[in-house]
């Protein structure tokens, strides 16, 4: 069959697509990536086919055409309307309206540039499944538009889909007349452009690929999930030579991510004091730090190796702790192997996927504005001493491997792809 996966130029986002994208592909499937015509390189970078559609956009802001409020308020931790999945006791109709407007308003101006041309690749490739991920509604536009399966791959927790469930329990209970859905809205106008009517499929897909175990992962009443393991994707990488021998002391990793200094203002931590705070501890240190960060350093601990990147499932299978920024993507890759974590979080989903993480045994957390050195180190401690939260982080380990792998996942896909495509 043929799939097209639709992808906003977001390199971050766009790596969690790429092992089920070559899992269809090695399964003998047609797989084509759209997305803007300055994020071609990264896709055929992967392996994969590139189709450039709309408009050209600097990607040196992968996230300009974002309102720098939602960008900031994101980074503080879920902003409407998905901070219900964190606080329930905010799903108002009021507070879920007003963040869905907000929401509307930068999806429509994110996706605008790839619908016109995406639509119409789709209209002449004819695909039979169209991947989309829940910031790239575009591709929920091309499959309705071409009659193809619409399926949304998850980046991190689903508190898209819970707000939306939360959304539409409250829309219900709404006089009529004022039932107002400015995403169904939205949509429908295309919907209705290209031949068709809104369905709610366009808004969550016919169904959800979720790459995280459920103990980890927010979950939509009434939404289809496919669960998979995650299997990390980082981009080329070289494994140095001090990375193939067992670490004479216990080695704990220390990464706050990449889009940290590639998309917003840097780290939320100081890194010199996480880096002083631990540098008597018998271990070996070994922390990602961008170029542009570690300029900012007065000294390095002896017992502390800074690098600006390491591929991170090679770092994880020798690790006894790691300390991170609760990125959805680091802590999979971790969460593959029997590591206890230190989630230090901010942004977006990431407090959420620290508490739960803290909540299954597997580790421990810190929002970055309660960090200090002292704390930091009393709870890598904890982690490297007591054995219960290596036992726990063992038994996520196994939730996790217990998942279909990408490529066994193929079979389902395309018995859905065909269950849908009927239906439709």
């Not at 879920?78 to 799903?91: G, I, N, Y």
């Not at 193809?148 to 998850?154: D, E, K």
């Not at 803290?358 to 180190?377: F, K």
Request: net charge negative; aromatic share 8%; hydrophobic share 40%.
């Amino acid at each position: 069959m043929r799939v097209l996966f639709a992808v906003n130029p977001h390199k971050s986002v766009f790596q969690y697509l790429v092992p089920m994208a070559w899992a269809l592909r090695t399964a003998g499937h047609e797989v084509r990536v759209a997305s803007q015509p300055s994020f071609a390189d990264t896709i055929t970078q992967a392996g994969l086919t590139a189709v450039p559609v709309g408009r050209r956009r600097n990607l040196d802001r992968p996230l300009e055409m974002l309102d720098p409020q939602v960008i900031a308020d994101s980074r503080k931790g879920l902003p409407q309307p998905w901070d219900v999945a964190d606080d329930p006791s905010l799903a108002t109709w009021e507070h879920l309206l007003e963040g869905f407007t907000l929401a509307t308003d930068s999806w429509r101006e994110e996706n605008f540039p790839l619908v016109k041309d995406l639509v119409e690749f789709a209209q002449q490739w004819r695909p039979e499944l169209v991947v989309w991920d829940p910031w790239t509604y575009a591709g929920a536009i091309a499959a309705k538009a071409c009659g193809a399966a619409s399926a949304r791959m998850l980046f991190g927790a689903d508190v898209f889909g819970v707000a939306r469930a939360h959304f539409l329990r409250l829309k219900e209970q709404q006089p009529e007349g004022e039932r107002a859905d400015p995403l169904a809205e939205w949509l429908g106008g295309y919907a209705r452009k290209y031949g068709g009517e809104f369905t709610e499929d366009m808004a969550s897909g016919h169904f959800t690929i979720d790459q995280f175990p459920r103990s980890l992962q927010a979950e939509a009443p009434g939404l289809s999930y496919e669960r998979m393991q995650y299997v990390g994707y980082g981009g080329p990488a070289v494994v140095p030579d001090w990375l193939w021998k067992e670490p004479e002391r216990p080695r704990v990793a220390l990464t706050m991510g990449l889009s940290a200094t590639d998309v917003f203002g840097g780290y939320t931590i100081d890194t010199q004091e996480v880096l002083d705070s631990l540098a008597d501890l018998d271990i070996e240190l070994v922390a990602t730090v961008a170029d542009s960060e570690r300029a900012k350093l007065r000294r390095i601990p002896d017992n502390a190796r800074l690098v600006p990147f390491v591929p991170m499932h090679v770092l994880a299978e020798r690790c006894s702790a790691v300390i991170h920024h609760a990125g959805a993507a680091t802590l999979a890759t971790f969460a593959r192997h029997p590591v206890p974590h230190l989630s230090l979080h901010f942004h977006f989903d990431q407090p959420y996927l620290a508490r739960r993480l803290t909540a299954h045994g597997a580790g421990l957390d810190l929002h970055t504005g309660e960090v200090t050195g002292p704390l930091l180190r009393e709870r890598l401690r904890r982690l490297l001493s007591e054995p219960s939260f290596t036992v726990r982080a063992a038994d996520l380990r196994d939730e996790m491997l217990a998942l279909p792998t990408p490529n066994q996942l193929v079979p389902r896909l395309e018995e859905l792809t065909d269950i849908h495509r009927t239906a439709g």
